[in-house]
Nanobody
Framework: QVQLVESGGGLVQPGGSLRLSCAAS????????MGWYRQAPGNQRELVAG???????NYADPVKGRFTISRDNAKNTVYLQMNSLKPEDTAVYYC?????????????WGQGTQVTVSS
């Protein structure tokens, strides 16, 4: 069984910073990719940033230059450093992990953490 535990959301003023964390635990054989998605009210869930096993990263255009994704392989943890936050970054942020257990590859989602950017 695999669990994803997110932390780090909250309320921040425009221009501020937050750091999200997502730790994967359980009977994990290998992690292929880790990423962050977000969903604002009335909108579809969208990719924010991703990082694959080799370390390559990709970002959605609205967050390029402001957000940085990284991972700690020893801790099976992915981070999202968010700087220069804007009100339009307000959303629930979800961790997404593609990994393998003895049952094979599967995709897992975190519970979501609220990020609110407001003065």
């Amino acid at each position: 069984q695999v669990q994803l535990v997110e932390s780090g959301g909250g309320l921040v003023q425009p221009g501020g910073s937050l750091r999200l964390s997502c730790a994967a635990s359980g009977s994990i054989l290998s992690i292929y990719s880790m990423g962050w998605y977000r969903q604002a009210p009335g909108n579809q869930r969208e990719l924010v940033a991703g990082i694959i096993i080799g370390g390559s990263t990709n970002y959605a255009d609205p967050v390029k230059g402001r957000f940085t994704i990284s991972r700690d392989n020893a801790k099976n943890t992915v981070y999202l450093q968010m700087n220069s936050l804007k009100p339009e970054d307000t959303a629930v942020y979800y961790c997404n992990v593609l990994l393998a257990t003895i049952k094979g590859p599967n995709e897992y989602w975190g519970q979501g953490t609220q990020v609110t950017v407001s003065s």
